[in-house]
């Protein structure tokens, strides 16, 4: 628990290796997530060499770690390999349809989620990248993934270079719900959010956009409507390539 409540996102890294040994024992313990029917509906991407990262980063934004952390994990929704088993089984598989995506791709998330877990505990540092599914077919392309593979996640991986400070997160008491749904009134949402407009570097954050409230930076300029939009056309168009929506 210490480990998990004192967590922060690592972008910067040292030059340490993490030795094969090392990444494939966590990677093996963390297949002990949860995962739908057992049948571990995920698969992991290792890119190490300084070309299949710099291949990569354009697909990331360039964010900087993309291309200096030692590994680049990029973890997939896979139902192709479960399809080839089956195929090679005389078993009639029907995975090519979008509830299958969302089993693998919960799969894979949860199996992220564990690994990133694992490593924290050895001491290194992850950054998960949000930007894998905005622009999912560029990655497609670069790992040259088959039908039913779709990229869900990105880690980067290495030994902390910086400390950073805590990021600041709503009170429980904004994410919890007894028995059923507790609908959002104008007094909750103030109770939930005030901590978080008051940090100093949050209404800096509001000054420097020249924004009246920080829900403004978010949907004005971070994840506009229209960003969202044009990249969902993008996700969407990706999954039909990939064989999971028609």
Not at 24 to 30: P, R, S, V
Request: hydrophobic share 40%; glycine share 4%; aromatic share 8%.
């Amino acid at each position: 628990m210490k480990s998990i409540i004192k967590r922060t996102t690592i972008r910067k890294y040292t030059e340490q290796n993490v030795s094969d040994d090392m990444l494939h024992q966590l990677l093996e313990i963390a297949e002990r997530t949860p995962t739908m029917g057992n049948l571990q509906l995920y698969s992991v991407v290792i890119t190490r060499s300084a070309e299949g990262k710099a291949a990569l980063a354009p697909a990331h934004f360039n964010q900087p770690m993309v291309v200096s952390a030692p590994v680049v994990l990029t973890i997939c929704a896979d139902f192709h390999r479960t399809t080839a088993w089956a195929n090679q089984r005389n078993a009639s598989p029907g995975y090519d349809n979008f509830l299958s995506f969302l089993n693998a791709a919960t799969d894979a998330l949860l199996y992220t989620q564990t690994f990133c877990n694992l490593a924290e505990e050895k001491g290194l540092g992850t950054c998960f990248l949000g930007t894998t599914l905005y622009n999912a077919q560029s990655i497609i392309d670069t790992l040259h993934l088959p039908q039913l593979v779709f990229p869900v996640a990105t880690i980067t991986l290495g030994w902390p270079a910086e400390q950073p400070a805590l990021t600041d997160r709503l009170p429980l008491r904004s994410i919890v719900h007894t028995e059923t749904f507790e609908d959002y009134t104008a007094e909750k949402i103030n109770d939930f959010y005030k901590e978080k407009e008051l940090l100093p570097e949050n209404q800096h954050f509001v000054d420097i956009n020249h924004k009246e409230t920080l829900a403004q930076v978010f949907t004005d300029l971070r994840y506009t409507k229209n960003d969202n939009v044009a990249m969902s056309k993008h996700l969407i168009e990706a999954l039909r390539r990939q064989g999971f929506i028609e």
